[in-house]
């Protein structure tokens, strides 16, 4: 076993200049520092450091640039109501980031240590957290294998590092729906795949669907099972759930779609309120059936970044099913409502899901 991991700190003598919230987007500005450790036979997790943001240095043949064995995670840190600022679930997504490790041959980080080590990354660029409500600091932990070598096999040395960038509301113009294509003619991933590890083989495989969808006026694509193509599973980033009648279906994790940490806020919301929930299979001729009955009242996505994601229409196989004639859902705007109180202080957090920043 290594011994504890000591943190180093450089601070950059040439920060950033800052963008304006309005003007963040996703993804595109990042802050003045990152975390980064090396993993090496032997020694384990080390040389744990906070060092100004910048480019790596990596050998044209390392394993991660040929056979993508890699894995990421993605969370957010907000500003609280009170001025602080708080992590939402980080241990939930450090744990998950370790489990899609497991399932792509990466050895295992420590979760405390990364959660600590975080925290001090954040309370160094705490000014780059965004102050506009809708806005936050999304946290992109990353683990990529390093080892030079065209032989396909795990990787003996690996690269841990997260970099944070600052992001603007997801609705600019308010919370919207969005139109969905149901494809049936890509599948995202098969049971014994990869589909519930985030790493990026998954997300090479569904950009050809999902510019064809973009082409057509779609927002996103909901994928299906790839055995029967029959069964929903999720969309894009985000996990789906129906609400049929007084109840809201959610296809369960058997493998092939990710465990998203919002869904989970989901069903335990759900729960908390008496809602009845049920995880098990949905099948698209049982969500035609419903919307044909007149019992299919809301549909949703559940991710990090968007939070809750109104569905205003699905189209199948050329038939379009217009949800609750295109307008928001109660239990839709009730749980994006919630969340997002909770998320940013301004309601009470009864299921601990909030970790202050500050020691
Ligand atoms: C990240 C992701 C989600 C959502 O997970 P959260 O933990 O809620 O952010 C759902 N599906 C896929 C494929 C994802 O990559």
Redesign the pocket.
């Known amino acids: 076993m290594a011994k504890k991991l000591a943190l180093r700190i450089t601070r950059t003598t040439r920060p950033g200049p800052r963008v304006a919230d309005p003007d963040l987007g996703f993804g595109r500005v990042f802050t003045d520092h990152m975390l980064v450790m090396d993993y090496a036979p032997g020694t384990g997790w080390h040389d744990a450091r906070i060092e100004p943001y910048g480019p790596l240095t990596l050998d044209p043949a390392c394993l991660v640039l040929h056979y993508g064995q890699a894995v990421f995670?993605?969370?957010k840190a907000f500003r609280s109501s009170e001025g602080g600022v708080v992590l939402f679930?980080p241990t939930?997504?450090i744990a998950?980031l370790n489990s899609s490790s497991a399932r792509l041959c990466i050895p295992l980080v420590d979760e405390a240590f990364v959660l600590d080590a975080l925290k001090q990354l954040i309370r160094l660029d705490a000014d780059w957290v965004p102050r506009t409500f809708g806005c936050s600091l999304y946290i992109r932990p990353v683990v990529i294998a390093t080892e030079a070598g065209l032989g396909v096999r795990p990787s003996k040395t690996y690269r841990f590092y997260t970099i944070l960038s600052p992001v603007g509301a997801y609705y600019k113009e308010g919370f919207q729906p969005v139109r969905i294509l149901v494809s049936d003619k890509y599948v995202?991933a098969v049971r014994g795949g990869l589909?519930a590890a985030?790493t990026p083989a998954?997300?090479a495989a569904?950009l050809l669907a999902a510019e064809e969808a973009k082409a057509a006026g779609f927002t996103q694509v909901l994928w299906l099972d790839g055995t029967e193509r029959t069964y929903v599973e999720?969309?894009?980033?985000?996990?789906i759930f129906f609400r049929v009648g007084d109840r809201l279906v959610t296809p369960p994790l058997e493998g092939t779609?990710?465990?998203?940490?919002?869904?989970?806020?989901v069903i335990r919301l759900a729960a908390h309120w008496g809602i009845q929930m049920e995880e098990r299979r949905i099948s698209m001729p049982e969500v035609l059936a419903a919307h044909e009955a007149g019992e299919l009242l809301e549909i949703f996505g559940?991710?990090?970044?968007a939070v809750i994601s109104p569905v205003s229409e699905l189209v199948f196989q050329g038939r379009s099913l217009i949800i609750n004639q295109g307008r928001i859902g109660d239990w839709t705007q009730r749980l994006f409502e919630t969340l997002t109180g909770i998320q940013y202080g301004k309601m009470e957090d009864p299921f601990g899901w909030t970790v202050p920043v500050s020691p």
């Open positions: 995670d993605g969370f679930r939930d997504h998950r995202r589909g985030k998954n997300y569904s999720e969309v894009g980033t985000m996990n779609i990710l465990a998203g940490i919002t869904r989970d806020c559940s991710g990090t970044a």
